[in-house]
């Protein structure tokens, strides 16, 4: 992967993570019970789709590469 990809792919896993973060410590304070799911699915064109469901949920679509 070229430098300019590698900084594309990881701001966009930066972006997923903040989000998996903020539903972390909101899950966390929440006086109840909370649940959390991770989802990914491999796309065509070297691509992953990535599903944060906690009662909402938050699609990413992320670069990768090819296995």
Known sequence: MEAADQASVARANSQ??????????EA????????IRVEMRILRRGQKE??????????FV??????
């Open 50 to 59: 990535i599903i944060l469901h906690c009662g909402k949920q938050y699609r």
């Open 16 to 25: 997923v993570l903040d989000k998996l973060t903020a539903l972390y410590l």
């Open 28 to 35: 966390f304070n929440h006086a109840g019970f909370a649940e």
């Open 62 to 67: 992320v670069d990768c590469a090819a296995a």
